[in-house]
């Protein structure tokens, strides 16, 4: 071979191979918290389903996890792009789209995560609505921004003629561990708590415990618990990123909803817990097998809510303006 020729042929193959590494190194840089919310993820990257469907898209990724501590640190790392996509409850979502929105750093929901249903959970039998709460109860939640402050008004509104406030002075924000131990022992006043799964199954177990509502009733359907979004700047770096990670993680919901044992393990092999055992979270993924995959709802519900009492300016009128377009082909609300 001449000397040229070679030397043309040994920087082609330098350039394909570092194309071929730079795109096998490619991360797909996902922003976490913690919770059972999380499980499609842990199963879609333990069982290397992002990679699976990524590859049918043409595209090489591997996931990485960012623990990122609440909401407002999370709109902060995607808009830095020190995340590709994070997790957010639906108002925290509209929030930073409506902040975003017509910018190059406009944020759309590129999938679901879990539509688990979120209970308001009471200590005492005389309390059946939310009229039944006296003045000095006090009802607890993780957080006081958490998506349950949210149906905690939405309900208020329907039942004390627009009052969406009317018990948020009684709120007080505790741990879900804390918040079983109080309504267990009636300490501090606490009368109820708006727990999520796995808290809110475990305590219904107890028939000194009661349902007075939950997500479901307050919406009249489903919602979404949490949403991945991304910015349509980093979407169309890789056009075909959505629908990989729709693929992921509805199939990663199958395996939940088929293998809840197997989703049990990962869970705990990702989240290591001294309150739960595989049996337990096995149960409970059994009751919640339907409310694991893509699919969006109740952000239609959020962002009506949101736009009368001042959150939005300019609240979306339909749920599929806010979503990437293979998002908006599918069921959602």
Known sequence: MPQRARL??????AVFTAASASAQQQPLRIGMGNGIAFLPIYVATELKLFEKHAKAEGLAVKPVFRRVANSAAMQEALLSGAVDVAPFGVSGFLLTREKTR????????????????????????DVKSLADFKPKDRISMPLLSAPQMYFLRMQSEKSFGGEADKLSGQVIALPHAQAVEALEERRDGVAAHFASPPFSEMLLKDRKFRKVLSSTDVIGGKASFLVLAATKRSLAARPKLGQAIIKALDEAAEIIRK????????????????SLDVKTLEAVLHDLKDDFGSEVHGIEAYAGFMGRHGKLKEPPKSWKDVVIPQLAAMPGS
Do not use: D, W, Y
């Open 8 to 13: 043309l042929f040994l920087t082609l193959v």
């Open 102 to 125: 017509a910018t190059p750093q406009e944020t759309v929901a590129l999938s679901g995560l879990t539509t688990m249903p979120l209970v308001l959970v009471s200590n005492r039998a």
């Open 259 to 274: 293998e809840p044992r197997k989703a049990a393990q990962i869970f705990l092999k990702f989240e290591p817990s001294r």
